[in-house]
Every structure is written in structure tokens, then in C-alpha cells.
Nanobody, 121 residues
Framework: QVQLVESGGGLVQPGGSLRLSCAGS????????MGWYRQAPGKQRELVAR???????NYADSAKGRFTISRDNAKNTVYLQMNSLKPEDTAVYLC???????????????WGQGTQVTVSS
């Protein structure tokens, strides 16, 4: 069974930092695109950042200059380093991935369960 498991969320003061991790496990042959999305109460889910297997990245305007996405292909893990956090960054952060199973079947837009990030003084 395939899982994407996020960790690293929590409560942080404005201006603080957090590092989120998302590890893929199970019958995964290779992971193509991995990304972080977030959803705040009453708002639509939105892309935060995305990274390809080759390391190409793209960011939401709100994340540029403050957040950095990276990945460790050997560990099937993606990270999101978040600096200079603001109260408006408060949301559930969800990991998303496109990958190929060990059977050769491609899977797109597979979601993790999410991790809560709260930015508050």
C-alpha cells in the first residue's frame, strides 16, 4: 500500500521557520513530480511549491523568497523549508505526488493526509 506521510507541522510565531517533510512509502518505483499544497479554513486548496524529479521548481507568488522546496530521490522524500512565516500561512499543508508503481502503473495526484501549520503569537 502506498502512503505519503507528512511531518514537521506545528505552532510557530510570526517570523519563525518550519521544515515540512513528506515521505513516500510502499510499492513505488519512481516519483516524478512532488508538491506541497495548502488549505486554510474556508478557502480553496492552493499550490505552494512543486519540484520535478530533475529538480525543476515552481512556487506560488506567496511562497517566493520565503519557502524552499527540495527532495531526496533516494528517500522518496520532499521537503518544504518555510522561513519568515506569517499568520496568513496558517493552513493544513498537504503533500502531492505523481509516481509509478512497481507494477508499472502510473498514479497521478496522490495525496497525503496533511500536517497543520499555525502561525500565531
Amino acid at each position: 500500500q502506498v502512503q505519503l506521510v507528512e511531518s514537521g507541522g506545528g505552532l510557530v510565531q510570526p517570523g519563525g521557520s518550519l521544515r515540512l517533510s513528506c515521505a513516500g512509502s510502499g510499492s513505488i518505483s519512481s516519483i516524478n513530480v512532488m508538491g506541497w499544497y495548502r488549505q486554510a479554513p474556508g478557502k480553496q486548496r492552493e499550490l505552494v511549491a512543486r519540484i520535478t524529479k530533475g529538480g525543476s521548481t515552481n512556487y506560488a507568488d506567496s511562497a517566493k523568497g520565503r519557502f524552499t522546496i527540495s527532495r531526496d530521490n533516494a528517500k522518496n522524500t520532499v521537503y518544504l523549508q518555510m522561513n519568515s512565516l506569517k499568520p496568513e500561512d496558517t493552513a493544513v499543508y498537504l503533500c502531492n505526488a505523481d509516481f509509478v508503481l512497481s507494477t508499472g502503473v502510473p498514479v497521478r495526484r496522490y495525496w497525503g493526509q496533511g500536517t497543520q501549520v499555525t502561525v500565531s503569537s
